[in-house]
T-cell receptor, first 116, second 110 residues
């Protein structure tokens, strides 16, 4: 079964609004989670590393004020896309390391965001 | 820097074998392999840690050459279900971020 759960799987929002995507670790505590973005036919690009109880670490070129990441508990990280624009439409995926499986990283189901 | 995978795409007939390569410009701690079906999240296949180990999972195995900073994924006797895009993910240090490769689209036809 899934070890990392992501919600919603699909969301459509109007340009200028904000949308929140949740990433939960199931049955384990994740002190670190990773957020990726994937455009069609492209690879996964790391956006940021979410750290429980502290600020996220953003990759170069990712706007931290636009993509707000909150990791308030050991089982939940959220990504909020603020003032969304059509170019933000993409597949957003979170991932986390599962302690009992060593260094393995598992992905959530992903969230399709469409900004209209 | 993003790891480079080769080939970019490959078409196989059922039962044929394939090799997918992943090359990094940096020294690696580990290499992860994933398969992604269209519209879905990547699915973990296996992880290899530095030390030049080789792993196998049924008809899918992989090797990791630490000195060459390369990893290869071997698919033998391919099945239709093997179709998808394969990504390698590399770590420079343990328990740090994973950077994904350029991807290899594999299609298995009857």
């Amino acid at each position: 079964g899934a070890v990392v759960s992501q919600h919603p799987s699909r969301v459509i929002c109007k340009s200028g609004t904000s949308v929140k995507i949740e990433c939960r670790s199931l049955d384990f505590q994740a002190t670190t989670m990773f957020w990726y973005r994937q455009f069609p036919k492209q690879s996964l690009m790391l956006m940021a590393t979410s750290n429980e109880g502290s600020k996220a670490t953003y990759e170069q070129g990712v706007e931290k004020d636009k993509f707000l990441i909150n990791h308030a508990s050991l089982t939940l990280s959220t990504l909020t896309v603020t003032s969304a624009h059509p170019e933000d439409s993409s597949f957003y995926i979170c991932s986390a390391r599962v302690p009992v499986s060593g260094n393995t990283i598992y992905f959530g189901e992903g969230s399709w965001l469409t900004v209209v | 820097q993003q790891p480079v995978q080769s080939p970019q795409a490959v078409i196989l007939r059922e039962g044929e074998d394939a090799v997918i390569n992943c090359s990094s410009s940096k020294a690696l701690y580990s290499v992860h392999w994933y398969r992604q079906k269209h519209g879905e999240a990547p699915v973990f296949l296996m992880i290899l840690l530095k030390g030049g180990e080789q792993k196998g999972h049924e008809k899918i195995s992989a090797s990791f050459n630490e000195k060459k900073q390369q990893s290869s994924l071997y698919l033998t006797a391919s099945q239709l279900s093997y179709s998808g895009t394969y990504f390698c993910g590399t770590e420079i240090e343990g328990y740090q971020k994973v950077t994904f490769g350029t991807g290899t689209k594999l299609q298995v036809i009857p």
